[in-house]
C-alpha cells in the first residue's frame, strides 16, 4: 500500500525559495539559500524536503543531498528553539572556552556537544572559530545574540537569556 | 611621517553609523559618485594597481592585478566579495560589516565598476548573524537612494549585490570554493587554471576580493594612490586592520598602518600580556600561518617581514598571544583539531594529513607521546599543501605550518612534554611494537583469551529464519 505524502514545504516556503531564484544564473546555486529558509522554519532538513527543495530548483534530491550533507549544519531531526555554539578555537581555548563548553552542557543536564535541553529550548554545539575573538571565551546563539567573554556565573545568565527563546537583534 | 589617521574605522565610533545618513553626513558616496562620474573602469584599475593596495584576506596578492587578469573582450563579470571569515582569531571583517556596510558596499560599487561587473555576490558566513541583517537593511537603504540597481548616478553604470549566506564550512573562504558553494555545490576548491578572472562563477570571469580590501578603495579613489603609499613599509602599504586575541589584557581590532611590530601591538594596543605573564608565543596571522617565538616579537607585521622568521605570511593580521604558563602542546594540539575538522576531503594528503596530525598530537597531549612522533609530524607537514604541490589549495599549508614552526622553535619543550607526560593507558602495546618491526612475533599476535565461546548465529542476518 503506497500513500502519496502531503507536501512538507508550504506555500510561504516555497514562494521565499522562489524569490531566489532570479538572483543567480542557475537554479541550482538556490541550493543553500533553500537549504537555510527551510531550516529556519523547520529547524531541520529532512529528506522529503530535500525532495521538495529539488522539484523547485529543477535538480535531483541527490544534488541537494550532496551539497547539505557537505556542510554538516542542517540537522535532519529537529533542534532546540535556539541554537548555542560556544567556541572552542584558538583563543577562546586559551581563555577557557573548552572549560565553558562543558560547563554549559553540564549546566543543561547534557551529556556534551550536539544535544538539546529536556524543555526543547537550547541545543548546544561547539564550534570552530566564530569570529568573536573579542568577546573570547565566546557563544553565539542562532539569532545573533553574543555571550562573552564567558566565566561559570555568566554561563547562568546565557541560560537564562537563550531561555527567552529567539529575541531579535536589530 | 604625519600622524595616523584612521579611515576603516573612523565610523566605528559614531552613533548610528550603520545607517546610509549618517554614512553620508560623513562624506559617504562621494569617491564611488567621483569614480563612476569622472573615471573610467580602466582608470580606477591604473589608480589602484598604483596605490599596490595588496589583498587583505591572506595571501596578499595585488589587488589591481588581479582586476587586471580579466579577459579583455568579456562580455559579462561576477564580483565576489569574500566575507566568509573563518580563520581563527580573525574578526576585523565582522566588525567593517557590522559598524560600517555603507562602506564595503561604496567599496563595491567602486570595485565593479572598475571592473564591468554587474552582480556582486556577497558571500557571508552564517555565523555573522548581526553583519547578514546589517548588510541587508544597508544594501536595501542604498537600492532605494538609488546607488544600487539601474544607471547609478547617472553614469550608465547597472549594479545588483546580493547577499549569500554560507553555512559552516571554514573552506568555502578560499576563492574557489567559495565559488563552487555559491554555485549550490559542496565547497571544494577547483585546480587553477583557469582562474577564476577567466572562469569563475557560472563560468563566467569572476573576480573574488575581501571586505577589507574593498573598504580599502573608497579611500584611495578620494585621497589617491599617493596617501595610500605614505602609510605602511615597502610592498605593505596602507592601513591595516589588527585583531589581537588570547593572553592579553584587551582583545580587540584597532586600525593602523602596515608594518606595526608584534611587541607594539601587543604591549600598546593589547595593554599587555595578562595576569602580568610574559608572551611565550604569537600566532601572528590567523594559525595558518604558524607562530612567532618570544624572542622574535619585533618583527614587524607586513606580508614581507613576517616571513624571516618563517611565518606563512601575514594572513588576516589576527594575533593571538600564548602565555608563559600554557604548553606548546595545548596550542598544537588545537591548531591540529581545528583543520582535521575543516579539511574538505578532496586531496588525500590533506585529508589523511590532517587526520593524522591530530591523532598523534591527541596522543602527545594525553600522555602517550614518543620521541619518533616529532620525526613524524616533521614528515607529515613537509609532504603536505600546496607548497610540495601536494594539494589543491592552501589548507593544508595551513595545517603544516603550525607544526613546522613549533618543531623549528619548541622542540626542546616538546621533547620535554613527551618525557614527562607518559600515562601507561597510551603505552605501546607488544602487537604494535611487532607491527612496526614487520616481524610480529606469536606472542604478539595471540589473542587474548576473554573466557567467552563465539555467540552462536553471530553472522546469521536477522531476515534469514
Known amino acids: ?170 | 611621517m604625519a600622524a595616523f589617521e584612521p579611515v576603516l574605522s573612523r565610523n566605528w565610533n559614531v552613533a548610528q553609523s550603520h545607517t546610509l545618513p549618517v554614512y553620508e553626513s560623513r562624506g559617504g558616496y562621494q569617491a564611488a559618485r567621483k569614480a563612476l562620474t569622472q573615471m573610467d573602469p580602466d582608470g580606477v584599475v591604473n589608480l589602484i594597481k598604483d596605490s599596490e593596495l595588496r589583498g587583505r584576506g591572506g595571501a596578499g596578492f595585488p589587488c589591481g592585478l588581479k582586476w587586471s587578469f580579466l579577459p579583455k573582450d568579456r562580455k559579462e563579470t561576477l564580483m565576489c566579495i569574500n566575507a566568509d571569515e573563518s580563520e581563527p582569531a580573525t574578526f576585523n571583517n565582522r566588525i567593517l560589516m557590522e559598524k560600517d556596510p555603507h562602506q564595503l558596499i561604496e567599496g563595491i560599487i567602486i570595485g565593479c565598476f572598475a571592473t564591468k561587473a554587474t552582480a556582486a555576490y556577497l558571500y557571508v558566513r552564517f555565523e555573522y548573524i548581526k553583519a547578514y541583517q546589517i548588510l541587508e537593511r544597508a544594501i536595501d537603504e542604498a537600492r532605494a537612494k538609488g546607488y544600487l540597481g539601474k544607471n547609478i548616478f547617472g553614469s550608465g553604470f547597472d549594479l545588483e549585490i546580493w547577499v549569500h549566506r554560507g553555512a559552516g564550512a571554514y573552506i568555502c573562504g578560499e576563492e574557489t570554493g567559495l565559488i563552487e558553494s555559491l554555485e549550490g555545490k559542496r565547497g571544494w576548491p577547483r585546480i587553477k587554471p583557469p582562474f577564476p578572472a577567466v572562469e569563475g562563477a557560472f563560468k563566467k570571469p569572476t573576480v573574488v576580493n575581501n571586505v577589507e580590501t574593498l573598504a580599502c578603495v573608497p579611500h584611495i579613489v578620494e585621497r589617491g594612490a599617493d596617501w595610500f603609499k605614505s602609510m605602511g613599509t615597502p610592498k605593505s602599504y596602507g592601513p591595516k586592520l589588527y585583531c589581537i586575541s588570547g593572553h592579553v589584557n584587551k582583545q580587540t581590532c584597532v586600525e593602523l598602518p602596515l608594518g606595526i611590530t608584534c611587541r607594539e601591538l601587543i604591549e600598546v594596543h593589547g595593554q599587555g600580556v595578562w595576569k602580568g605573564r610574559k608572551a611565550k608565543a604569537v600566532v601572528p596571522g590567523g594559525i595558518s600561518m604558524g607562530l612567532l617565538s618570544a624572542d622574535e616579537l619585533d618583527t614587524p607585521l607586513d606580508f614581507e617581514a613576517i616571513r624571516k622568521p618563517g611565518c606563512l605570511g601575514l594572513g588576516t593580521a589576527a594575533v593571538t598571544v600564548i602565555d608563559d604558563q600554557t604548553s606548546i602542546v595545548d596550542y598544537l594540539y588545537n591548531c591540529a583539531r581545528f583543520f582535521a575538522h575543516e579539511s574538505c576531503g578532496q586531496c588525500t594528503p590533506c585529508r589523511e594529513g590532517t587526520a593524522w596530525i591530530y591523532k598523534t598530537m591527541k596522543r602527545i597531549k594525553l600522555g602517550g607521546g614518543r620521541m619518533e612522533d616529532l620525526t613524524v609530524l616533521g614528515g607529515i607537514q613537509a609532504n603536505l599543501g600546496i607548497t610540495p604541490g601536494t594539494t589543491i589549495c592552501g589548507l593544508a599549508d595551513g595545517a603544516a605550518w603550525p607544526i613546522k614552526n613549533a618543531l623549528a622553535k619548541f622542540r626542546p619543550e616538546l621533547e620535554e612534554y613527551i618525557k614527562t607526560h607518559q600515562d601507561p593507558r597510551y603505552a605501546v602495546t607488544p602487537l604494535q611494537t611487532a607491527i612496526t618491526m614487520g616481524s610480529p612475533t606469536t606472542a604478539a599476535v595471540t589473542p587474548v583469551s576473554i573466557g567467552m565461546s563465539s555467540p552462536t548465529g553471530a553472522l546469521r542476518s536477522p531476515h534469514s529464519s
Open chain 1, 1 to 170: 500500500m503506497s500513500t502519496v505524502a502531503a507536501p512538507l514545504l508550504n506555500e510561504g516556503i516555497r514562494a521565499k525559495i522562489r524569490a531566489y531564484i532570479g538572483r543567480y544564473p542557475s537554479k541550482k546555486a538556490v541550493t543553500l539559500p533553500a537549504l537555510h529558509i527551510v531550516h529556519e522554519s523547520l529547524r531541520c532538513v529532512p529528506f522529503q524536503a530535500m525532495a521538495e527543495i529539488a522539484e523547485i530548483l529543477e535538480i535531483t534530491p541527490a544534488e541537494v543531498h550532496d551539497t547539505m550533507s557537505f556542510y554538516g549544519f542542517f540537522p535532519q531531526a529537529p533542534i532546540g528553539d535556539v541554537r548555542l555554539w560556544v567556541c572552542r578555537s584558538l583563543s577562546c581555548m586559551l581563555t577557557g572556552g573548552e572549560e565553558m563548553l562543558e560547563v554549559t552542557c553540564a549546566k543543561l543536564g547534557l551529556h556534551g556537544s550536539g544535544q538539546t535541553s529536556s524543555d526543547g529550548k537550547v541545543t548546544v554545539e561547539f564550534a570552530e572559530c566564530l569570529g568573536i575573538c573579542d568577546f573570547a571565551p565566546a557563544a553565539l546563539a542562532d539569532d545573533g545574540r553574543i555571550y562573552g567573554p564567558l566565566t561559570e556565573e555568566k554561563v547562568n545568565a546565557m541560560i537564562a537569556d537563550v531561555k527567552r527563546g529567539p529575541q531579535p537583534i536589530l
